[in-house]
């Protein structure tokens, strides 16, 4: 599934994109050169900080997931995220990442919000996501509900946290 809009950036540090950039929603395809691309974008943002190497883990399992991005007007990848089914109507969202020049302008927010449209529209009606604990506001802020106490994955604080999908 393919979406495509037009999005303004505001008040980039370092913009590397114009005001009104072209973005793009899209799958991503197991093994594609954007799979690889969202592979380098989670490296950098969400495991080289803590010191681990994504590539030194086993990312077979990631075959039989749902990869997404958002891309920028260049074909650059700007955002990603993983749908792991767990029942028919249930999906644990996980590996999300933005580019660090680009995270606060709200692409991660239209990421999530086109992630359950697609997922949505495909009988999708519980989300659930392991956030790490510094950004678990962010994910209230789109209707996730903390459901436990906080707990240490890959050496930091995360809380589970859901969101059921009402469909009128």
């Known amino acids: 599934m393919e979406s495509r809009v037009t999005f303004k950036l505001v008040g980039s540090k370092s913009r590397q994109v114009s005001t009104s950039s072209f973005m793009r929603f899209a799958e991503i395809s197991y093994d594609s050169p954007e799979y690889r691309m969202?592979?380098?974008?989670?490296?950098?943002?969400?495991?080289?900080?803590?010191?681990?190497?994504?590539?030194?883990?086993?990312?077979?399992?990631?075959?039989?997931?749902?990869?997404?991005?958002?891309?920028?007007?260049?074909?650059?990848?700007?955002?990603?995220?993983?749908?792991?089914?767990?029942?028919k109507a249930e999906v644990k969202i996980r590996q999300m990442a933005v580019r660090p020049d680009l995270q606060g302008q709200g692409l991660g927010k239209f990421l999530l919000t086109q992630l359950q449209q697609t997922l949505t529209a495909n009988g999708v009606?519980?989300?659930?996501?392991?956030?790490?604990?510094?950004?678990?506001?962010?994910?209230?802020?789109?209707?996730?509900?903390?459901?436990?106490?906080?707990?240490?994955?890959?050496?930091?604080?995360?809380?589970?946290?859901?969101?059921?999908?009402?469909?009128?």
């Open 38 to 87: 969202e592979c380098e974008l989670r490296q950098s943002v969400l495991r080289a900080p803590l010191g681990l190497d994504l590539y030194v883990e086993d990312l077979t399992p990631e075959r039989h997931q749902q990869h997404f991005g958002l891309f920028l007007a260049d074909g650059n990848l700007a955002a990603c995220v993983i749908a792991t089914a767990i029942f």
């Open 125 to 168: 009606r519980h989300l659930s996501l392991h956030a790490r604990s510094n950004v678990a506001g962010f994910y209230q802020t789109l209707g996730f509900t903390q459901t436990g106490d906080e707990f240490t994955e890959v050496g930091i604080p995360h809380v589970k946290m859901q969101k059921f999908i009402e469909v009128a």
